[in-house]
């Protein structure tokens, strides 16, 4: 292994793309050490805190690595473990022999998660995967240089997979699919590759879950933010005048990015054509506006109340785009989404067992500097610095700080849920109270009126 400091005026003046506090396994003795990790361009960075001006201990580089999931270990819950090893040539060979494996602990399972998504995205991003949290432009621009068009592969292939095999499954798009099948599915396409699919029932809510998860991860929804009341708006229109919201909505779809206008298109026409098998899949437009409402249009704000509120409207306006494709998507589109299909699949839709062709990668050098590769080989002299273990505490005070900062994030959001569902009930009981006043006066003007002139009787004949 090298041994190469980093200098701080020599690091990359890099956007970071992630960060967080991980526990890293290390040292002589093989403990766990609290580290504050940076992903920025195709190094993964580590430091003792997050405190500026900040020196990294070292630098791991990704690319030719793997990142594998390790499951629970009986009798340590609350360990979510995940591991980036040396990735393997097409004989199993290992890309770099000199490379040590980095044992990273996260604190849930969502962040986990989030950390292996968005290392992936470095690793396998050169050979068209990655796309699971990568913006829609990042992900056409790669494909379009590989003779693709404004529609990701991965939406190409479920489509077609489905179209062929789900459009008479009932629950589709609303039963999920099996978690390990579609995790599977996610992790081959995030390395590049294109998986085999079977035609079973099964498959298709998995393939089904698979474009949904891409959808809801993209980093803007498909109708990016800046647009959602500007599309309120129009649907607001066209309840009350259904002409002049049309017009609306069709100023609107036309000011969208080209990626997102294109993909939006061709995504509302395969719902219409979902829709038209709703006898046998119970899922009309109603049902799949509810359930692609929020992947393709939701507010950036956080704010439980807005979200609400927008529900409704949102389901309306994804009923109308689906309903009425045709009135705001040209029929150019389709000839173009076809074209660049035929480029990007070599003229064979169906045929997606052979996987992409993949350039060599680079060889990882893991970059440590003296202090850590002590830690990390023992060679650091007869025993552990005080000054080291004091940081250490210092940094595990301040991960579990982070935490409780974020529990009380979540208890905040969640006590103006509470306060805010309070506000409607007590709004329903004064409207309740109010009916019952109104109720009980008009009774007793009904008595006033039948004792001044008489009970009314209708005439016999």
């Known amino acids: 292994m090298q041994k190469q400091p980093i200098p701080p005026t020599r690091r990359p003046k890099q956007r970071i793309e992630h960060c967080g506090w991980l526990r890293k396994l290390g040292g002589r003795y093989r403990n766990l050490r609290s580290r504050w990790f940076e992903l920025k361009g195709d190094q993964l960075y580590y430091f003792r805190d997050n405190n500026e001006p900040k020196t990294p201990i070292a630098a791991i580089p990704l690319a030719g690595n793997e990142v594998i999931r390790h499951p629970p270990e009986p009798g340590e819950p609350g360990k979510f473990k995940f591991e980036i090893i040396s990735g393997k040539d097409k004989e199993g060979r290992p890309v770099s022999s000199s490379h040590d494996t980095f044992v990273l602990i996260a604190s849930s399972q969502q962040e986990m998660e989030e950390w292996i998504r968005a290392i992936n995205r470095i690793i396998y991003a050169p050979f068209g995967g990655g796309m699971f949290g990568r913006s829609l432009a990042e992900t056409v621009k790669f494909e379009t240089r590989r003779g693709g068009g404004y529609v990701p592969l991965i939406v190409h292939k479920c489509v077609d997979f489905i179209r062929a095999h789900g459009l008479v499954e009932e629950g589709l798009f609303r039963l999920p699919g099996q978690a390990k099948n579609v995790a599977d599915l996610k992790d081959a396409f995030n390395r590049g590759d294109i998986p085999e699919l079977g035609a079973n029932k099964a498959e298709v809510h998995s393939v089904a879950s698979v474009l949904k998860s891409y959808l809801r991860e993209l980093p803007e929804p498909l109708i990016p933010y800046d647009y959602f009341e500007v599309f309120l708006t129009a649907a607001r229109c066209y309840e009350m005048y259904e002409e002049d919201g049309i017009v609306a ?84 589109d389709d000839e173009d989404v076809q074209s660049s299909r035929l480029q990007q699949f070599g003229g064979d839709l169906m045929d997606f067992a052979e996987p992409p062709v993949r350039m060599p990668r680079p060889q990882p050098t893991t970059q440590l500097s003296d202090t850590e590769h002590e830690e990390e080989t023992g060679t650091g002299g007869d025993g552990e610095d005080p000054r080291s273990d004091i940081q250490e505490l210092e940094n595990e005070l301040e991960l579990q700080q982070q935490q409780i900062k974020d529990l009380q994030s979540k208890l905040e959001q969640e006590r103006k849920v509470r306060e805010m569902l309070v506000l409607r009930l007590t709004d329903e009981q004064r409207a309740r109270e109010s009916a019952e006043d109104r109720l009980e006066k008009l009774q007793a003007a009904m008595e006033e009126f039948c004792a001044k002139y008489g009970s009314w009787e209708p005439t016999q004949r």
């Open 249 to 332: 909505i069709q100023k609107q779809v036309t000011t969208l990015p080209k990626p997102n206008y294109i993909l939006l298109g061709y995504l509302c026409r395969f719902l219409h054509e979902v829709q038209e098998h709703s006898k046998e899949n119970k899922m009309g437009v109603r049902n799949l506006a509810t359930v692609f409402g929020p992947n393709i249009l939701r507010s950036g704000s956080e704010d439980p109340q807005v979200m609400m509120e927008s529900t409704n409207l949102v389901t309306e306006l994804i009923s109308i785009l689906i309903r009425k494709h045709e009135l705001f998507f040209s029929k150019a």
